[in-house]
């Protein structure tokens, strides 16, 4: 098991990707053979039951792109999305040290965590992988994003980074603004954009990537020259926005 994603960011690349909160094997291959470097199952707002992540991580995987899990806020849900292949995690609402230790304890098998070791698992391939060598590379290999959320989370944000197994801090742009009583405005109030910025200036600070969400192609470009190293697009907000395209378009057609 080698995380493509986890070893662009340690080599200071970027990593693009897709979250998709709907069960459809079909379009997680398409997200793959796009050529994003990863798609995140929404399991803290999608729909989906477990059976149903595994088939979405067993696309993700035969697609060439790394299957990450956003898990609810049950801690066994780490477990359940790992055993089942996830290559990594984004964990919500995580807004301080001991949350983010808390996360990297149900994350990372013994010593260096808490997380119960079964060999008959799909991730050790039902009994094919085992023992110290497969603890290991599982703890090197997954990657922990944690996702910050709240002005909480931006006040305590140099102790969450200081966390050793921490890979990204992802900010969710619109719980953010929500979350600091700027929902009219959104992410682009100066307060938020204030917030955002003590955020990445941490990560550079304390050598961890930050992450955060864009809505289309433009916004994208713009968070990767803002500074961050990983960002995901909601499949829903450029399919809708495609849609609308195209039907304003024929709105627009007369003979």
Known sequence: MINSVKQKLRNGETATGCFIGFYAPSIVEMIGASGFDFVVIDNEHGPFSWSEVEEMIRAAQLSGTVPIVRVGYDASDIQKA????AYGLHVPMVNTKSDAVET????????AGKRGVAYSTRSALYG??????YLQQSNDQILVAVHIETIEAVDNIDEIMSVEGIDVCYIGPTDLSVTMGYAAEGPNHPEVRKAMDRVLESG??????VGIQAGNAETLVSQLNWGAGYVGVGITSFMQSAFNDIVNAGKTFSK
Do not use: E, I, S, Y
């Open 204 to 209: 550079r600070k304390h050598g961890v990537t």
């Open 82 to 85: 790992l055993d089942r292949g």
């Open 104 to 111: 990297v304890l149900q994350a990372k098998f013994p010593p």
């Open 128 to 133: 094919k992988l085992g023992g110290p060598d």
